[in-house]
Structures are given as structure tokens and as C-alpha cells.
């Protein structure tokens, strides 16, 4: 019942940035954590930066002092803005909205960091 829509991705160079957006149906959507995860081609999906209903955040240390989660109740919306992006932070970002019950994945959006 819940849909997540990723957007924002794209190709840059080593040192820029992107903001990537996750737009969420329902109405119940300020109850909930979400969370920002990406894969690597060849690795396990691993968790970027997660924010709980009360605004807590916290991220993977290889991120820490470079993205930042925040979100928007009233958009239904949460963000990741990365900065000084590493080749290392290549792969496909999901977002991620968890329930007492459930979990909902966004279809996932790209991100290529190479010179």
C-alpha cells in the first residue's frame, strides 16, 4: 500500500554533490523511521544514513561528516544530501520506510561518482 519514489541520482565527479529526494504515499507517513541504503555492484546492501520519526539520525561511518538525512512531514519526503562524493559511494540508493510490521523499498536510483 505504501509507495516509494526515489529521485536525484546521476553521474558526477569525484568532490560534488547530489541530493537525492524519496517521495512517500500514505498518510501515516511522519510515524515512521526511513532510511537511505545502496548496493554496490558485487556487495551486500548496506545501511547510509537512517532517521526516526522523532528526527534521530544516524549514518554508516564510510558517509559520517558527508551526507546528512532530513526529512519533511508535511511533503511526505525525506532527503540525503552527499557531499564531497568518493568513487567509493558508487551504486544504487534505496529508500527505505519501515513499519512495526513491514518494510517498503523505492525502486532505486543511481549514483556514479568517477572522473
Known amino acids: 500500500q505504501v509507495q516509494l519514489v526515489e529521485s536525484g541520482g546521476g553521474s558526477v565527479q569525484p568532490g560534488g554533490s547530489l541530493r537525492l529526494s524519496c517521495a512517500a504515499s500514505?498518510?501515516?507517513?511522519?510515524?515512521?523511521?526511513m532510511g537511505w541504503y545502496r548496493q554496490a555492484p558485487g556487495k551486500q546492501r548496506e545501511m547510509v544514513a537512517g532517521i526516526t520519526s522523532g528526527g534521530d539520525t544516524n549514518y554508516a561511518d564510510s558517509v559520517k561528516d558527508r551526507f546528512t538525512i532530513s526529512r519533511d512531514n508535511a511533503a511526505k519526503t525525506v532527503y540525503l544530501q552527499m557531499n564531497s562524493l568518493k568513487p567509493e559511494d558508487t551504486a544504487i540508493y534505496y529508500c527505505k520506510l519501515q513499519t512495526s510490521g513491514r518494510v517498503y523499498w523505492g525502486q532505486g536510483t543511481p549514483v556514479t561518482v568517477s572522473s
Open positions: 500514505g498518510s501515516i507517513f511522519r510515524f515512521y523511521a
